[in-house]
């Protein structure tokens, strides 16, 4: 009887320790220390620089680009745009024409051939009947550039006046009186000659009475050649 009481106590405990070894282990993570800190990462290793600083120049510091003179006394050598003439013209009409030259200063082209400029008429002086030639002065006033901006300039007027007529008014009158005398002659001797002569001189002077002089009259490309005034800074 103790035997088998003995066996069954025995049979109970190896039964009761298989259960305890199948139980899952239930230890805390957090219960354990690190065994050591993590290693340092390489970019915590190296020492950061800072970034070098630009220094911006202030808006006053900043230096322009230097400005071309065209010095006074420089030729500006055009083509007409636009016709003008003593007769047809007015003083104050404006006019266009264009650089037939470029300009250039210290080898560096300032003004380009083909650019526009603007110019005025000063005077306007058709021609007389009796006396007084015709008369035409122009000047430049302004340099034309890209997207309507000008730059104002000055030249020197340009005055062209027309050529007299008294050689041409002298013969007229002379031919008139001389077919007048010839004409005398045949009708009336001698004296008819003076007389006719006298009224050939009379038609002659009339002719020229109702004769105007010579106009100035510059068409499209008729080219002048304008002087500066005063310089221009480009």
């Known amino acids: 009887m103790k035997r088998t009481l003995c066996a069954v106590i025995v049979v109970v405990l190896v039964m009761a320790a298989a259960a305890c070894s199948n139980e899952p282990s239930t230890t805390r993570a957090d219960s354990f220390e690190p065994r ?118 000055s030249t020197k007027p340009y005055m062209e006046v027309a050529e007299s007529t008294k050689k041409r008014d002298a013969g007229i009158i002379g031919g008139s009186a001389g077919v007048g005398a010839a004409i005398g002659a045949i009708a009336g001797g001698g004296k008819g000659a003076a007389i006719g002569a006298a009224v050939g001189g009379g038609a002659g002077t009339g002719t020229v009475l109702a004769t105007k002089g010579k106009e100035i009259r510059f068409g499209v490309e008729h080219p002048l050649s304008f002087t500066l005034a005063s310089p221009i800074e480009m």
């Open 36 to 153: 050591s800190a993590p290693a340092a990462t390489v970019g915590d290793k190296v020492k950061k620089v800072p970034a070098a600083k630009v220094k911006a120049e202030p808006a006053d510091k900043i230096k322009p680009e230097a400005k071309v003179t065209i010095p006074a006394g420089t030729k500006l050598r055009v083509a007409l745009l636009d016709a003008v003439s003593s007769d047809k013209s007015q003083a104050g009409d404006q006019f266009l024409a264009s650089l037939t030259d470029a300009i250039v200063v210290d080898g560096k082209t300032v003004l380009e051939q083909g650019m526009k400029v603007r110019g005025r008429v000063v005077d306007a002086e058709e021609s007389g009947r009796v006396k007084g030639r015709a008369k035409l002065e122009l000047t430049l006033t302004q340099i034309v550039q890209d997207e309507g901006k000008s730059i104002t300039i």
